[in-house]
């Protein structure tokens, strides 16, 4: 061992371990920090980079520490019963430190890389989730109402106001206090007899927003409250208030970006965010917040939970069988467990490599409200009497790089977790014609948001899209995804005179690897005449290579489209 002889090398492990997350904090902050300047300069390709950026620092310092402790404590790292007591040490030095469940994640991370633990290691590791941190450790701004609202809202956006300034604080405060009394008058509330606005001290921002988080006090009674701050390159302004819960929760959504947010307690502020957003799960707030690995470790808790509560069997998920990836669910529960194949259905030439790579740069990238969040999981251990045997059967003849029986259990090797969703061409044969119209029609959309943001679907199979509860289409099948900006976009030739056309493509036509021929999409678009017809009347652009084309040079030049997650502000508000 290297460790200080001066050092018992109990403290000096849990010290490294808690240097380590230290660490790795402080650049999380430092990041999270930049948000406001890229705000107020309008940089959002930055903004975009510093998401892949936090994103890696995770797994960046748990190897870090890992090596240092390798290297360290030399064979000695491997004795159980001293992390045993490396864990109590540590432990005990954390009570009632805020947002020391973060802390505790972390020294999980470093003892399962030490160990190659399988499913979880009560002596090794934190299991009971934390104690959950009072409101009182959030710092927030509180403002009674008096005699108006108008004067506590110009009060809120000068206490959350930035260098640039406003660019007609009159008409924002206008704006708030109509937004809020016509709310209270649909609920038969009088506005001018609430208690108190209380707002998260923490602007929230992602991509070209920052949003103020807070909450209507009466009496008893809390109401969801989020202003959007748009900087127009002129000023200031907002540019949504938001007041109903459906409408906070898409902006909160499992399909948006990771925020950029400084509260002074984590923990308290997805507790803050749960008060407002009751249905909405802990973990996708701890994700959306950034907290990658928080999220995965409460998702994790309440499935368990919910499997030990439970006696139904894992089964294939609704829809098509993938060419890549087995796909499986609990019906009880609303997430999907997804494991790629050991080898790939045809036409698909990609590898298992490849497949990776597509998932890691759709979690570095901006999500646009279209593009579900998944979690990566290793060594997961379930229960194998839980399985369907056909569905086990299959895991086990067709994916054993990614699975293997463990005696009575089924231990994932290495698994994608997300929401479930409906797939979104079983969805258009379930539904009403009218329901059916509005989801192509948004499907679309979706296609269009996710151009813009510099993703390319890959294959636009409806099969490969879904719809979530709200309605909201969106892309869950990542394997073929790429960046706009990588592919070329080409018009289909006319065919040769001799009737060879594409036939002898060797001679007459190189087709590369990144070459895109948006007129063959509509090979895609399996639906019936009506819904077809309906989404040509709207997006027949998309069959254009033009249009792509369009996306791809803006893209280039650095412009950079952002989608916001809620009905905009009419223009003609501001004077």
């Known amino acids: 061992m290297n460790v200080p002889a001066q050092q018992n090398v109990v403290a000096y492990t849990a010290q490294t371990v808690y240097n380590g997350f230290a660490h790795y904090n402080r650049q999380f902050q430092r990041i999270t920090d930049r948000a406001r300047r890229r705000f107020e300069q309008q940089d959002w390709k930055g903004q975009i980079q510093d998401i892949g950026e936090r994103v890696e620092l995770y797994d960046k310092w748990c190897l870090k520490i890992h090596r240092k402790l390798r290297k360290e404590l030399g064979a000695t790292i491997h004795d159980r019963a001293l992390w045993s007591e490396i864990r109590d040490f540590y432990g005990s030095r954390l009570e009632n430190v805020p947002d020391a469940g973060f802390m505790k994640t972390y020294f999980n991370s470093i003892s399962r890389r030490v160990f190659g633990t399988i499913g979880t290691d009560a002596d090794l590791e934190f299991i009971q989730p934390p104690p959950e941190e009072g409101l009182e450790s959030l710092a927030k701004r509180r403002y009674p109402c008096w005699e108006n609202i108008e004067d506590t809202f110009r009060e809120v956006l000068r206490d959350f106001r930035f260098k640039i300034p406003f660019l007609d604080l009159d008409d924002d405060v206008a704006m708030m206090a109509g937004k ?38 009466h009496g008893d009674r809390r109401y969801p409250m989020v202003v959007a701050l748009e900087n127009t390159g002129e000023g200031i302004r907002v540019d949504a208030v938001l007041l109903y819960e459906q409408e906070v929760s898409n902006v909160f959504s499992y399909t948006r970006s990771y ?15 749960h008060s407002i957003l009751p249905r909405k799960p802990i973990d996708e707030l701890y994700t959306v917040l950034g907290r990658l690995r928080q999220g995965k470790t409460e998702r994790f808790r309440v499935f368990s939970e919910h499997l030990g509560k439970t006696d139904d069997l894992f089964v294939h998920a609704d829809g098509d069988k993938g060419l890549v990836m087995n796909v499986f669910t609990l019906k009880s529960f609303n997430l999907v467990f997804k494991v790629i194949r050991d080898q790939f259905g045809y036409p698909k030439n990609t590898t298992r490599e490849e497949v990776m790579s597509k998932y890691r740069l759709v979690s570095n990238h901006d999500h646009a409200g279209r593009l579900i969040d998944t979690q990566e999981f290793r060594n997961l251990k379930l229960p194998a009497r839980r399985f369907e045997q056909s569905l086990l059967d299959e895991l086990l003849d067709g994916a054993a790089e990614s699975i293997h029986r463990d005696g009575d259990d089924l231990v994932l090797n290495h698994v994608y977790i997300e929401r479930r ?60 995804v790429a960046l706009v900006t990588d592919c070329r976009f080409r018009e289909m030739p006319e065919p040769s005179d ?66 916001v997650p809620y009905e905009r502000r009419l223009l003609s508000a501001v004077a």
């Open 421 to 480: 969703v409906r797939p979104l061409n079983l969805y258009v044969r379930e539904e009403s014609a009218h329901a059916a119209r509005a989801a192509i029609i948004d499907y679309g959309t979706a296609i269009k948001d996710l151009a813009e943001t510099n993703i390319f679907p890959g294959d636009l199979l409806l099969k490969n899209f879904g719809v979530t509860a709200s309605g909201r289409v969106v892309f869950y099948d990542y394997d073929e």
């Open 498 to 563: 001799d009737d060879y056309g594409l036939m002898d493509p060797g001679t007459h036509f190189f087709i590369g690897p990144n070459d895109i021929f948006p007129e063959e999409f509509i090979k895609f678009l399996a639906m019936d005449a009506d819904l077809r017809r309906a989404f040509l009347d709207v997006h027949g652009d998309l069959l254009t290579p033009g249009y792509w084309r369009d996306v791809k040079n803006r893209r280039l030049r650095g412009e950079i489209v952002q989608v």
């Open 180 to 217: 809020v009394r016509e709310y209270a008058a649909r609920h038969g509330l009088d506005a001018d007899a609430f208690h108190r606005f209380e707002f998260i001290d923490s602007h929230f921002f992602q991509g070209a927003r920052a949003y103020l988080v807070g909450r209507i006090m």
């Open 259 to 273: 925020y950029f947010a400084d509260p002074t307690s984590v923990v308290a502020a997805v507790h803050f965010l």
